[in-house]
């Protein structure tokens, strides 16, 4: 015998009763009232069911029991059991979101104090950092969130896992079913995971302001662990550490902030030997050649179209926008299509309608249903560890819920879910679903009539003689009314019921005289699904990201060629001097130069008649292409960091600087503190990634500083707390860390040699701390990396010099030395190289005697001298500012060349391979149109290894394709907003422009 | 005798100087080669071609001959602090931004510092005469127009009280805050912030019709001049929509002279400008593109477009990075725009004749033409091209100026330090 309840009254039953088949508590919990025990099972009968992304069931069952599933198949009800009758609906295991904060208060950020905060503030034996709270534990701060739970339902998913959004290291997560009830059976499993991001969240301590530093903080944590792991006898104590030790064998996850993070926090993720989950955004695409097989959890969240009717106002969309908003719906299906295994978060998106369309948005550019089932089910609990969720299979938790058609069609609605034996119902199953299209006979005369029916409403419209007239109206599964106008003021009123599901609708009709007809309509089929599929569901193939996906970005990249450029004027910028000539260019590399080369057929031919060709200018002082914070200026020395983590290949200032003529740049570090951070060396090479641009095997570099804002001058009245004020304090600094360096080499050298600098990879434990900072200025000590110092006033500098002396190396470059020309004695005798201002001056009170004859003076005394720019706008005419020194000083035309091609190069100790136009050097090249340094000559070409990255004629070409890509766009999201789509007005992310004193806490 | 800023000649009873030979380039379009130039009680007497002119070198205290060396009318800086600051990080130095929104009556002739060190690094470029304009707020204030030379402000006077200076509400403001600068919004305050630029000028237009009012209103008395006494409205904007709503503002109030300061996007509505013969100083050209999909070199081009629109613009070094002491480099924005189209001596004259008009003193300076002030110089090269502007001899207002500066003084000291020449 089992009963078979009627739909209302197990609506009555089930949803009214807390939602819960049981209701009772762990079995050793007290009981209030008699025990309540339960060993019923249930059956969902007739539905379509989804046992894993692979499998799907039509008209099938599922029994499940004590929240397990029992049997799934063609199954007959048993003795005693409860069966819900689903024929229909679609059933589908419940949904789970790795990256979730449900149930978790959110951190806030204390009020800012003006005086800064240099040390943690949080009570007991942690870590010295705020932000890395690996102690941090989820599971201990969950309490249940009704409304959470709803929303969660309403898009599918019945688990979570759930972690505190906030800090670098966020410590561990809990694994958790949405359930309405009962906290103790949610929890499925406390520190199921530990989390990481790459923002400081709602630290308040100074360190670290910049993305390199939280970079840098999350490498230096993990040594420290790693050491803090071997120490058998521990002279302190450390639950922060200890907590990130114990947390090893879980998954972990990174959250980034956008997708240039992802090829970052892959490479920690290698340091680290610790695979990485990390959690993107939806412009991952734009990264799609660096992500291999990396596993990502992405949202379906979309930009909002823009308002762009105006074309003022459609101008300051930027074309990255527009790219992206076209883009973005096609992220998912980037990613599956290129196997990258991925999850899917509800993250951004907070209702139902908006999650399925945006599911459905996704399907639609081509990611295929099975992969975003996967996504959302069987992938993320294979990442967790969980064999027992993400099917519909027997043995699993009996997690699932229940819609009114497929996830995949228009208008799918939730209707109730299941988490293990807790069932929450949100719509009556029984609702008849009325759209469709019918036949409409109202006493003999048949019409056509379109339906379609959400919820209770009704509309569609009626074909009357030719017209079409729109259809409102309201149903229940007993009742049906509508109406519809007629010419001249006329309205029909229907009132009837539906029969056989509502396959038949009949009743009776008021028209505006007061008279009664008899009407029916029988159901036809689904017409509405067919138009909807052409219009809504038809495959829509992604447009293709540009390189970079930004203005200026190409479609396709420019290739190495081999290259014969006659008769040009050359500059070479070594030993032979400018001469009239041919260059032939082989494999990146330049093959010939001289006059009258042979000129072969497999050579593409460049006229270069009254054109000049230069080497590839060479910045020895930029800060372009560096995301989130050039400067770690939160402590006296970071030499920790590394700018080379942070590169950012998209910053529209490489594409002008190529225009300018430059190929190489060194990216410094800014100048807020005495020893800033690792430099990095790249080569213009736009639209390919931060890696390709680097030059791998350049030599390191790190930058120091002096004068006013190292010692923080103009900082403001509340910076007056960090040691060094006075440049009296700056040489002490040097002295400090340079002696902790030595005796750091003392313990680490012997450690190098034995190869055990990765204690992981060695049995032998560890005999020292692995430390990042002074690591770096051991390398200064051994002269394998080498100094660039911001400097002004001269006596610092020839302090900075009398401590290099003393410990045994050179300063490298003193960059800008803008009173260098007091000392250039001085200079030349300890060997340093001086990369200086043309003719910039009084912005400081340090700078009031710098004079444009500077680099005159230095250059005549024996000084390597280079210019460079330290600016993205000047970037584009060093060349120009080159030409300076022949009015400042009357240095010779080629001389003054060199200062932006072969002297910076030779500063950078890349001289061998950059910097002139010489045999065998790398073909980084500039065609002017006349002379290098006159201020009417222009760019034809930059050529970088044989790649011709900007030309004049590409340049132009760019212009009329990006101008029609933006059309495009642009009528694409104004017929979206004629759609009805929201649109949002134009923002355009401001662009930061670095200088060295740029210090701002964007480690956020 | 260590880095002093030289000696002023505005005492100094003018002499009377003949230049034979040598590239005038006249400032108005035009360009003279082989010329005589006389100057005589600091004017320009006549200028000639010398060839089959008859010229009684008697009356000259000095006769300047020259070859291939170019002249030009001093060049103007517009819209510049030049004197009113001096370290931009010392804030003692500061002398161009006062508390308040609507300081039209804050002035900025009395503040120029004729001691600055920075004046003389920028004269020995060739730039003569400097529009001093205060910064800040919706009116920053009233600028005047200095001579580069000069004991002190007063007699450093060339126009004064030329001009008020109005910052537009912008379009776009940048949101967030300074640790996170991140998007550029559309500002939602421009629309009542430009009510309140109108009400403004409907109480000062109301005052300025009042011959004599009973109370002094310093604010609205230091606007009478923008509507009665033909004194420059300067209202600095850059986006095109912001321009088409200034051309409003001047129908409204019937003003006489509008000058866009800034008007990177006056090429797409240029005959919105034209209609209401506003002219453009237009910002720096050597800054990067407002707009990353702008063409790279749209700020270099966009003095080219600007002529052939027929739009009256000049060439300003304007607010920015350094301003003061970039001064120096305007003459090389001009070059560029050669580079980007525009001919050499329409450059000349962005710089020169174009300035002088929009500063309301091309009667006085600006062009070498008869009767205007003998403040001109020349160059051994092409003063536009950094590698040959090399100025060699400067007239401002017929005295030839000392163009040593205190920058040269310490390049000669230390040039002692190493025995070099």
Redesign the interface.
Known sequence: MFVRLTMHKFYLAFFLLLCSFIGHAQEYFPTNGVDDPSTTSYLFEGATIQVSPEQQLTNSDIRIQNGKIIAVGELSPLQGEVVIDVTGKYIYPGFIDLDSDYGLQKSTKKNKSHIPQYETSVKGPYGWNEAVKPEVDAVQHLTIDMSKVEAYHTMGFTSVLTHHHDGIVRGTGAFVHLRKSELNKSVDRSKASAHFSFSKGSSQQQYPSSLMGVIALLRQTHYDAEWYNSISEKDHTNLSLEAWNQSKGLPWFLEVKDALDIPRAMLLSEELNQPLIIRGGNDTYQVIDQIGAQQLIIPLTVPKALDVEDP?DA??A???QLKHWDLSSSNAAILTQRSVPISITSNGITTSSEFFQQLQLAVKHGMSQEEALKALTTVPASWIGKTDIGELTVGFQSNFFITSQSIFEPDVEVLAVNVQDEFVQYQDFTSLNLSGSFNLNIEGTVYPLKLKSKGKKLEGYVLIEGDTFSVKGSFTNEEVNFYHSLPKNVLHRYSGKPNFKGKILDGRLQTSSGDWKVWSAVRQGDADKNSQSKDELEFVQPERPWFPN???GYDVRPERKDYFIDQVTIWTCDSNGKYLGDVVVRDGKIAEVGKNLAQTPDLEYINGKGMHLTPGIVDEHSHIAISRGVNEGTQASSAEVRIGDVVNPVD??I??QL?GGVTTAQLLHGSANPIGGQSAIIKLKWGTSAETMKIGDAPGFIKFALG?NVKQ??WGDYQKSRFPQTRMGVEQVYYDHFNRAKKYNEVANPAKEKGLLSFFQKDEAPTFRRDLELEALAEILDSTRFISCHSYVQSEINMLMHVADSMGFKVNTFTHILEG??L??KLAEHGAAGSTFA???????EV??????NAA?LH??GVLTGINSD????G??LN?EA??T??Y?SVS?EEALKMVTINPATMLHLEERIGSVTQGKDADLVLWTG?P??????VLFTMIEGVIYFSQDQ?EET?VR?NQE?DRIIQKMIKAKHNGAETE?????????YHCDTD???G? | MWAQVPTPTTDQTPKNVLILGGIAHIGNGDKMENVAISLKNGYIDFIKYQMGSRIDRSQYDTVIQLEKEHIYPGFIATNSTIGLREIDAVRATLDYDDVGEYNPHVRSAIAYNTESRITPTVRSNGILLAQVTPRGGVISGTSSVMKLDGWNWEDALQAENQGVHLNWPPQYTGGGWWAEPGVLKENDKSEDKIKQVYEFFREAQAYAADTAPNTMNLRLHAMRGVFNEGQILYVHANRAKELRQIAQLKKEFHLQNVVIVGGYDAYLVPEVLKDQSIGVMYRRAHSLPLRPEDPVDLPYRIPAILQDTGILFCLDMGSGDMEVMNQRNLPFLAGTAVAYGLTYEDAVAAITGNTAKLLGIDDEVGTLENGKEATLFISSGDALDMKSNQVIIAFIKGNAIDLNDPQKELYRKYQGKYGAR
């Open positions: 003022l101008m300051q930027t074309t990255a930004v203005a200026f529209i200032n594409y002008r225009s006013e001058s103009n020309y007091k250039a004695d003719d910039w001056w009084a912005y400081k009170f009031n005697d710098a004079i444009p004859y003076i005549e005394q600016d993205a706008e000047m584009r005419r120009q030409a300076k022949v009015k000083g035309e002379h340094l006159s201020v009417y000559s222009k340049h212009i990006m933006r007005k134009v923002q355009v992310k401001n662009p930061k422009l701002e806490d964007e956020h």
